[in-house]
């Protein structure tokens, strides 16, 4: 079972945007957000970043937020925790193994990849000394 606290999520503010929201229009039964709570998270945070009325089919609810501010940014983050603690929820519970993408990266999102790989470079493969004694 993986959790996140939504108050110490323990990592940067897009980060835990883009965890939740992918959380959210999800379809894991696992996770203990109910269905209206998710649509209402999207349809909010959609709302803040997005002229029109958020879409209705599931495969295209996904928020663009590569021309977002860092006002939006804030604003989504409390909107996300305001909607979650007025259900009841502090922590965030889901079950799911870890699975392999299922669609490779746009050349539109490329930039926003490789900025994120210079904030959070893959750890070095260091060998356990332990095991070469």
């Avoid at 295209?60 to 909607?83: K, N, P, S």
């Avoid at 993408?101 to 790989?117: D, G, V, Y």
């Amino acid at each position: 079972m993986q959790s996140l606290d939504i108050h110490r999520p323990g990592m940067p503010d897009l980060q835990f945007v883009l965890l939740v929201l992918a959380l959210c229009t999800s379809r894991l039964s696992s996770l203990n957000v109910p269905e209206s709570v998710r649509a209402t998270i999207f349809d909010r945070c959609w709302a803040l970043v997005t002229d029109g009325p958020p879409p209705t089919r599931p495969e295209e609810r996904v928020l663009d937020l590569r021309a977002g501010t860092e006002v939006a940014l804030e604003a989504i983050v409390e909107t996300i925790r305001g909607l979650l603690t007025e259900a009841g929820i502090t922590i965030v519970t889901w079950d799911h193994p870890v699975s392999e993408p299922t669609r490779t990266s746009t050349p539109e999102a490329r930039p926003l990849i490789e900025r994120l790989q210079k904030l959070y470079p893959a750890p070095p493969d260091i060998p356990d000394r332990r095991s070469s004694s």
